[in-house]
């Protein structure tokens, strides 16, 4: 067929034929021609192809110019095809991302990650009953509404109301105190319908005991915090799939290490033997102000997107954290930084995998802008360009063992992409260098977000 001439970036349909008998839908198929695919399987660049998305799936890579532009499997209806081309020239193409830690707390948050090139989450909160009559976000709702195609927003993988021991550290949270409750919860949450369990601060060591036991017996994840009389030696052997914060290494409100280097070493080994992943949320830290200070947070372009009450809502948030703050230094900054730096360098030493998570929700923690600002950090704590974007797309979907779906740019992968205007293997920011989304195989327009 006669090469085509004129491509106009933002998808147009060529021509649509939308009587056809087999009922293909506009976005049914997508061709993106002369890219560069940084796949994520490997540390390279494939230049100069061309990419072939059907149905959500990609179905074919090929080098642009060695093929037809319609290849042989792109079907023909009543002799028109129904197809949108996207010219890719000079342009990189990765995996959607994914934010490892989230708390998805209003509905306009979601847009927000999709226009950042989120295309995944876990929200490390889910908010139920009593919570949602008071505005609160419904966030499994939300999880369905995004999965029939009737809201736009990242996939959403759950945890349910955090459980938590006594005292709770919010009023918001379960409060466990017996073996027999944590089990029950446990059930009760897989009931539901949560992808997993997540677990706080002061759950004592017999019911964290019995909720990991629960969670192997049910095949449920468990993730969150090291309790404080539980520790980081016993959740890395009892099963536990995700560490958040560093916690069980630091303590990030006092600014110190709580084991030794040693034991850093020893734990970071293990946590790689037993698959156990170490989300750092370093970007939280770095967003955490004093009230005097919140005037030079005020130009973040994602400010804008706030209404009065969420900025209200952020102002109280600033003053209970700077409250929760134990630090006596003079550049908390600084100094919590190079703290999760000698642990992170640790974690890369030992191989043990990591995750990239923002802490969305928290003051000035914008969903989807944070996560761009996660990376930097991870780069600046030793990892290279390469393996930081590992963290926020291959090392989730294993960790949500969903690599077979997820996480790289491959023939038979579902079609979750951002197409960037520069290579963020030569410069980690350009990974928010955002051209456009492509989700479950359709071209999101960002700029109306």
């Known amino acids: 067929m006669k090469r085509v001439q004129f491509i106009i970036f933002v998808a147009i349909t060529l021509m649509i034929n939308f009587n056809a008998q087999k009922g293909f839908a506009m976005d049914n198929i997508l061709l993106i021609k002369n890219i560069n695919i940084i796949p994520m399987n490997k540390n390279e660049v494939l230049y100069n192809k061309n990419v072939l998305i059907k149905d959500g799936i990609i179905s074919d890579i090929f080098d642009h110019g060695m093929k037809t532009d319609f290849p042989e499997n792109i079907e023909i209806i009543d002799g028109i095809n129904s197809i949108r081309l996207l010219d890719g020239k000079n342009l990189f193409l990765i995996p959607g991302l994914t934010d490892m830690h989230v708390h998805i707390n209003n509905k306009s948050d979601l847009q927000l990650f999709i226009k950042n090139g989120v295309t995944t989450v876990q929200n490390m909160w889910g908010y139920e009953g009593f919570i949602n009559s008071l505005g609160f976000a419904n966030q499994l709702k939300y999880k369905k509404l995004i999965e029939e195609g009737k809201l736009l927003g990242p996939h959403i993988i759950s945890a349910g109301s955090i459980i938590e021991g006594k005292p709770k550290n919010h009023p918001f949270m379960l409060e466990v105190t017996n073996k027999n409750q944590a089990i029950?919860?446990?059930?009760?949450?897989?009931?539901?319908?949560?992808?997993?369990?997540?677990?706080?601060?002061?759950?004592?060591?017999?019911?964290?005991?019995?909720?990991?036991?629960?969670?192997?017996?049910?095949?449920?994840?468990?993730?969150?915090?090291?309790?404080?009389?539980?520790?980081?030696?016993?959740?890395?052997?009892?099963?536990?799939?995700?560490?958040?914060?560093?916690?069980?290494?630091?303590?990030?409100?006092?600014?110190?290490?709580?084991?030794?280097?040693?034991?850093?070493?020893?734990?970071?080994?293990?946590?790689?033997?037993?698959?156990?992943?170490?989300?750092?949320?370093?970007?939280?830290?770095?967003?955490?102000?004093?009230?005097?200070?919140?005037?030079?947070?005020?130009?973040?372009?994602?400010?804008?997107?706030?209404?009065?009450?969420?900025?209200?809502?952020?102002?109280?948030?600033?003053?209970?954290?700077?409250?929760?703050?134990?630090?006596?230094?003079?550049?908390?900054?600084?100094?919590?930084?190079?703290?999760?730096?000698?642990?992170?360098?640790?974690?890369?030493?030992?191989?043990?995998?990591?995750?990239?998570?923002?802490?969305?929700g928290n003051p000035f923690v914008f969903p989807g802008y944070s996560l761009h600002e996660e990376l930097q950090l991870l780069v600046l704590a030793g990892l290279s360009n390469y393996d930081a974007l590992i963290t926020a797309t291959v090392n989730p979907m294993k960790s949500l063992n969903k690599l077979n779906e997820y996480g790289t740019v491959e023939i038979g992968k579902k079609a979750d992409l951002i197409i960037l205007n520069t290579n963020p293997l030569e410069n980690i920011s350009n990974s928010k260098d955002?051209?456009?989304?492509?989700?479950?195989?359709?071209?999101?327009?960002?700029?109306?977000l």
């Open 184 to 360: 029950k919860l446990v059930n009760q949450q897989i009931k539901d319908g949560y992808n997993f369990i997540k677990i706080y601060d002061n759950i004592s060591l017999d019911v964290y005991l019995a909720i990991s036991e629960e969670c192997k017996n049910k095949k449920i994840p468990l993730k969150g915090h090291v309790p404080f009389n539980v520790g980081l030696k016993t959740v890395i052997n009892a099963g536990q799939r995700q560490i958040d914060h560093l916690t069980g290494f630091l303590n990030y409100d006092k600014v110190q290490l709580i084991i030794s280097d040693e034991e850093i070493n020893q734990y970071s080994s293990i946590m790689f033997k037993n698959n156990v992943y170490a989300c750092p949320t370093i970007v939280f830290t770095q967003k955490r102000v004093k009230v005097s200070e919140i005037e030079k947070m005020s130009d973040h372009p994602a400010m804008k997107y706030l209404n009065g009450m969420q900025k209200f809502f952020l102002y109280q948030s600033v003053k209970s954290l700077e409250e929760d703050l134990d630090y006596k230094g003079t550049d908390y900054q600084k100094d919590v930084f190079e703290l999760y730096k000698k642990v992170i360098l640790k974690l890369v030493e030992n191989n043990a995998p990591i995750l990239a998570g923002t802490d969305t």
């Open 434 to 448: 955002i051209k456009c989304v492509i989700f479950n195989g359709k071209i999101i327009n960002i700029d109306s």
